[in-house]
């Protein structure tokens, strides 16, 4: 599976933006870059994720890098409640010909929020 | 919020002794999967399931084993708890989209934290 290398952690000040990195030198053509949160205490929960074209949710937006071997997840105003472990993932095909996707999580990069 | 709850919540139990934790989920979605995750290692994939009955080894199976015998529900069951188990496990699901290569999103259950004295 291709790698991801992220900072181990970032600090940021409240309302302000965020740019957490992520680098996929390997990354296939196929693998979709997804991005993952993990808020204290509580399961993982999607953030977003993207194949070719910058993204833009409710949540963030992402920007792919045009040779595709490094991403941005881009927080437009933190608050203190986007402290979190923000995991980078390239996801890869479970099984020969399905539609799955296995994530493959590494350790992430902890943001902190200061107020 | 996805339809996943995770049973029990807490467990400390004695090494050697059997332990089933039970994922149930409300959102008919085909597939599931545990994690387990460790500090120093982030999570790692034990088992999933791609339908009823339909089951595969993830990067760290060994001393588990799984059974969904309905759409809603994913057991992981430790036949001999070891001291190295204790950890949070976590399930997940997630519905197939296009066939061809769109990505799934997986949706996690609140973890089940469990300690082998």
């Known amino acids: 599976d291709a790698k991801t290398t992220q900072p181990n952690s970032m600090e940021s000040n409240e309302e302000e933006p965020v740019h957490l990195p992520c680098n996929h030198s390997?990354?296939?053509?196929?693998?979709?870059i997804h991005w993952y949160r993990q808020l204290p205490s509580q399961g993982p929960e999607y953030v977003i994720h993207?194949?070719?074209s910058n993204v833009n949710n409710r949540m963030a937006s992402l920007a792919i890098a045009e040779d595709r071997k490094s991403s941005t997840l881009i927080l437009h105003r933190a608050t203190l409640r986007d402290a979190a472990v923000y995991y980078c993932?390239?996801?890869?095909?479970?099984?020969?010909?399905?539609?799955?996707?296995?994530?493959?999580f590494g350790k992430g990069t902890l943001l902190t929020v200061n107020p | 919020d996805a339809g996943i709850t995770q049973s029990p919540r807490h467990k400390v139990t004695e090494t050697g002794t059997p332990v089933t934790l039970r994922c149930h989920q409300t959102?008919?979605?085909?597939?599931m999967y545990w994690y387990r995750q460790d500090p120093g290692h982030g999570l790692r994939l034990i088992h999933y399931?791609?339908?009823?009955?339909?089951?595969d080894k993830g990067e760290v199976s060994d001393g588990y084993s799984v059974s969904r015998s309905k759409t809603e529900d994913f057991l992981l069951t430790l036949e001999s708890a070891t001291s190295s188990q204790t950890s949070v496990y976590f399930c997940?699901?997630?519905?197939?989209?296009?066939?061809?290569?769109?990505?799934?999103?997986?949706?996690f259950g609140p973890g089940t934290r469990l300690t082998v004295l």
């Open positions: 997940a699901i997630s519905e197939p989209q296009l066939a061809g290569g769109v990505a799934d999103t997986q949706y």
């Open positions: 390997t990354i296939s053509g196929t693998d979709y």
């Open positions: 993207g194949l070719t």
């Open positions: 993932i390239l996801n890869s095909a479970l099984n020969s010909g399905g539609s799955n996707y296995k994530l493959t």
């Open positions: 959102e008919n979605h085909r597939y």
């Open positions: 399931s791609y339908g009823v009955k339909d089951t």
